[in-house]
T-cell receptor, first 110, second 118 residues
Framework: QKEVEQNSGPLSVPEGAIASLNCTYSDRVSQSFFWYRQYSGKSPELIMSIYSNGDKEDGRFTAQLNKASQYVSLLIRDSQPSDSATYLC??????????FGAGTRLFVKA | DAGITQSPRHKVTETGTPVTLRCHQTENHRYMYWYRQDPGHGLRLIHYSYGVKDTDKGEVSDGYSVSRSKTEDFLLTLESATSSQTSVYFCATTLDTGTSGPRGNEQFFGPGTRLTVL
């Protein structure tokens, strides 16, 4: 079992819709959770961090964390074509160890 | 933007040759990391550094070595490149994993180096 799992996609949504990206992790002691966006040929860019159970909103982005279910998600409201990218889920299990999922490719159709 | 640069940005080399990739940061971040990214595998940690001359291995360290003689520079060396080391290499930094709380684990990435070993 991979430590951080994401559906590779592609996830295709129409412009203006809500995109829902999901991630599960295996290490129950994980404390910090991150979502990175990576455009093709570019480096990952941090877009959301979440550290406690519940929802955290930042603009059109909402991160959701459920530690009991070992599940973290990212919702993108009013999706735009510019949101088309690969989204990486990352989990810090303590100290230097941050594990990245393989990413979910998102396509937003105009 | 953590002010991270990587050089070279692209390199093509032959099997058996040594290769050194450089990461330079201007943010005075204490921690630096080298990752490789391959299709289907996501980002995998090669080596990391928690201070000048303090380094340790990640999950895919075989065939790689690192050095950090200054806070701002972290070098990754492939002593004898192999075709399996063809990849995109990213450098990353974090402020501090210990004293800054969970935000200290937020990673900032350089632009990457695309390495091809023929």
């Amino acid at each position: 079992q991979k430590e951080v799992e994401q559906n590779s996609g592609p996830l295709s949504v129409p412009e203006g819709a809500i995109a829902s990206l999901n991630c599960t992790y295996s290490d129950r002691v994980s404390q910090s959770f991150f979502w990175y966006r990576q455009y093709s040929g570019k480096s990952p860019e941090l877009i959301m961090s979440i550290y406690s159970n519940g929802d955290k909103e930042d603009g059109r982005f909402t991160a959701q964390l459920n530690k009991a279910s070992q599940y973290v998600s990212l919702l993108i409201r009013d999706s735009q074509p510019s949101d088309s990218a690969t989204y990486l889920c990352a989990v810090n299990t303590g100290g230097f160890k941050t594990i990245f999922g393989a990413g979910t490719r998102l396509f937003v159709k105009a | 933007d953590a002010g991270i640069t990587q050089s070279p940005r692209h390199k093509v080399t032959e099997t058996g040759t040594p290769v050194t990739l450089r990461c330079h940061q201007t943010e005075n971040h204490r921690y630096m990391y080298w990752y490789r990214q391959d299709p289907g595998h996501g980002l995998r940690l090669i080596h990391y550094s928690y201070g000048v001359k303090d380094t340790d291995k990640g999950e895919v360290s075989d065939g790689y070595s690192v050095s950090r003689s200054k806070t701002e520079d972290f070098l990754l060396t492939l002593e004898s490149a192999t075709s399996s080391q063809t990849s995109v290499y990213f450098c990353a930094t974090t402020l501090d994993t210990g004293t800054s709380g969970p935000r200290g684990n937020e990673q900032f990435f350089g632009p990457g180096t695309r390495l091809t070993v023929l």
